[in-house]
């Protein structure tokens, strides 16, 4: 027998051999012999609408659950962002759930730094007496989180005046601070719009990662996928990622040049709608070859820029500012948002009638409050949604000095464990919630088990029993939507917004002016 002979026989046993095995009709499906919910039907999936909390995008998702227990994560057909997409970050979030080192029940930690576990009624007893030991010697009691949408941010406003406690402006590592500041100079908008890639048939894209990192990836593929893939895109980055190799051309670019090489393009391409021409004249002038030394472009790579410009009756421009240094970002976002403007991006793929719901930069609070508990003025510090806070150390260090410092978390993250107390928050498939990641776009996450996993509260349920109401959270999630006449619709719904007029403000002259003469 030659080998082609054997290995077509094997193939032929195999095959019988898998066929003998095959189970009859009717007990096809394996199920767990564990005595299910009730209501639970074995081996029939349920499916419950959920949002990914992975990153501030807030993509749409679908729970698959069997037995009672979640086991996949898919995204939500009807949630415009992601229309039924979901990220490899969004895909793995459900091990989250599972994670080994979830904060498992309330735990309070020991003068040698040790934790033990403890009770909800002892955790809220022992809480609520630091904050009347904290005002009765006359401290601030504060509470400092992440960005906060939807319902949770209308009752942690209701909890800090109900409570006496000061809300310090929600703390992020990528703030989009630059951007929004500079959207405000230019137009006097304190907003950071939403982009629509489609829109174009030319893209420009300065920085950052809009594919991979930046802002709304998920969102920015699938606009690449449904319309810009076709059309022409270059991107000009400082180091590789993603949106570079799936760029039509991909420009090198010295890291800090940024404001050199859109001050050039503000005087050189074209605009479609004029811009004031005190603000232009103000905008510094460069040669072309000036601009390719500095900035390390090559000159027939810029000419190549202006010409695709003129060709395009919808060019964009984006600016990723989270890989640009803090020295350019202000100066770049402001020369970018009046490019945005000259372009006639204005509502066709800059939209400021949806803009996000992202958090400020508020460096200087921050710091304030770091001077405070310096000086021993802060009782009581609230955290939750903040895992680390190693971008700013000052404020870091100067927790310690806080009498009394509160965790509500689902791990057990080195900040959370410098604190006197860790309440163990529920995930966002186990719990209730709603999430509003720009303005007319509202979600909602039910949870897809009957219980947690644990001994774990949602973050809502844990601020109202801090102020002893009786409601739960799932009623207070459920009366503010009617408050605000919210239809969901498959875990969804889309209000309308008003139209947002933007218009060059004649005080960008000034702050042009002074970008003049800067080392870039």
């Known amino acids: 027998m030659d080998r082609r002979d054997f290995i077509r026989l094997m193939a032929v046993l195999s095959g019988s051999a898998a066929y003998s095995c095959t189970a009859k009709k009717g007990a096809e499906k394996l199920i767990s012999k564990l005595p299910p919910e009730s209501d639970v039907i074995p081996g029939e999936p349920v499916f419950t609408h959920s949002v990914c909390t992975e990153c501030p995008a807030h993509c749409g998702a679908i729970v698959r659950s069997r037995e009672g227990l979640p086991v996949k994560l898919e995204g939500n057909p009807a949630h415009p962002i992601n229309q039924g997409t979901l990220c490899l970050r969004g895909q793995t979030s459900l091990q989250r759930l599972y994670h080994p080192d979830r904060v498992k029940e309330p735990s309070h930690r020991a003068p040698d730094g040790s934790f033990s576990a403890s009770t909800w009624k002892d955790a809220f007893a022992s809480i609520s007496g630091a904050i009347a030991t904290a005002k009765g010697k006359g401290k601030a009691v504060v509470f400092l989180s992440g960005t906060l949408t939807g319902a949770l941010d209308d009752l942690a406003k209701e909890y800090c005046a109900r409570g006496g406690l000061e809300r310090i402006a929600p ?282 996993l644990f001994d774990t509260k949602p973050l809502g349920q844990i601020l109202l029993d801090l102020l002893s109401q009786d409601t739960s959270w799932e009623d207070y999630v459920k009366t503010f939507h009617e408050r605000l006449g919210l239809t969901l619709k498959e875990g969804v719904a889309i209000t309308p917004t008003s139209h947002v007029a933007v218009e060059p403000a004649p005080e960008a002259r000034q702050p042009v002016l002074d970008l003049r003469g800067q080392a870039w």
């Open 171 to 452: 703390y992020e590592v990528y703030p989009h601070a630059g951007l929004k500041e500079s959207y405000r100079t230019a137009f006097g908008l304190d907003e950071l719009p939403h982009y629509d890639i489609s829109q174009a048939d030319f893209l420009l894209s300065l920085g950052g990662d809009p594919l991979g990192t930046w802002l709304s990836p998920v969102e920015h593929s699938r606009q690449f996928a449904n319309g810009l893939k076709k059309r022409t895109w270059i991107h000009l980055e400082g180091h590789l990622t993603l949106s570079g190799s799936k760029a039509t051309h991909r420009l090198p670019i010295k890291v800090g040049s940024e404001p050199v090489f859109l001050a050039w393009l503000l005087k050189q391409a074209p605009h479609k709608m004029p811009l004031p021409s005190s603000i232009v004249d103000a905008v510094e002038s460069f040669s072309t070859e000036d601009v390719s030394t500095r900035c390390g472009i090559p000159e027939e790579s810029l000419v190549a820029i202006l010409d695709e410009i003129g060709n395009a009756s919808r060019p964009l421009l984006l600016l990723a500012d989270e890989t640009l240094p803090s020295a350019s970002q202000e100066s770049a976002g402001l020369l970018a948002a009046l490019l945005q403007y000259a372009w006639g991006s204005m509502g066709h793929g800059v939209d400021f009638d949806h803009s996000y719901n992202v958090g400020t930069s508020a460096t200087g609070q921050w710091l304030e409050l770091a001077g405070r508990l310096e000086k021993g003025d802060i009782g009581v510090v609230v955290l939750t949604g903040i895992h680390s806070l190693d971008t700013l150390p000052t404020l870091r260090d100067a927790l310690e000095k806080a009498d009394y410092k509160v965790a509500l978390t689902d791990l057990p993250l080195p900040l959370a464990q410098r604190c006197d107390w860790i309440l163990p928050t529920s995930h966002t498939i186990e719990s209730w919630g709603d999430s509003n990641p720009r303005k007319g776009l509202w979600a909602i996450h039910e949870p897809a088990l009957p219980r947690p």
